[in-house]
């Protein structure tokens, strides 16, 4: 039996906001658009003892075989059944003169229909998650990062 949000909800849009807790200050981070080599850093910030925060629309398709979103774009990252964001760091953010060269990888697993319909009901809401900014050893965080307490509802 097909669900009734299948049947009507083919695709839609969904604001994504992602902060990165206490990065180390001084870093430049911003979210990767593009894939492998062939990719710009957009919304490029740098770290200055203060939380930092990106927001970004993606495009959610209900075209899977197990029912759970598809988020398209040049934004996402992955295979479709392993989406993510990169947050690129340092000399991959563009920052020459870094001594830090990473990215963090964001998984958007977590993010369910009914939060993307929950979000979806007022233009206000956004769906978020906070991250740690700064990782074990004291740059900033790096590799895989879930968000702490998983992507919620916010205003």
């Known amino acids: ?12 849009e969904v604001r994504l906001r992602i902060i990165l807790v206490a990065p180390p200050a001084g870093v430049d981070f911003g979210v990767q658009d593009g894939k492998g080599s062939d990719y ?7 770290s200055k003892h203060a939380d930092l925060t990106f927001e ?3 495009t959610v398709k209900d075209n899977r075989d197990d029912g759970l979103p598809n988020f398209l774009g040049t934004l996402m990252q992955g295979r479709v059944s392993e989406r993510f964001v990169y947050i690129d760091i340092g000399k991959l953010a563009g920052q020459s003169d870094s001594c830090w060269d990473r990215r963090i ?14 979000a979806s009901k007022d233009p206000m809401l956004v769906l978020e998650a906070r991250l740690p900014g700064t990782g ?4 900033p965080s790096c590799a895989t990062v879930k968000p702490t307490d998983g992507w919620k509802v916010c205003r």
């Open 1 to 12: 039996m097909i669900s009734e949000r299948r049947m009507s909800k083919k695709e839609s």
């Open 40 to 46: 710009k850093t957009i919304q490029k910030q740098r």
């Open 56 to 58: 970004i629309t993606a």
């Open 105 to 118: 990888k964001i998984p958007l697993g977590g993010i369910t229909w009914d939060l993307i319909e929950k």
């Open 136 to 139: 074990k050893d004291g740059g």
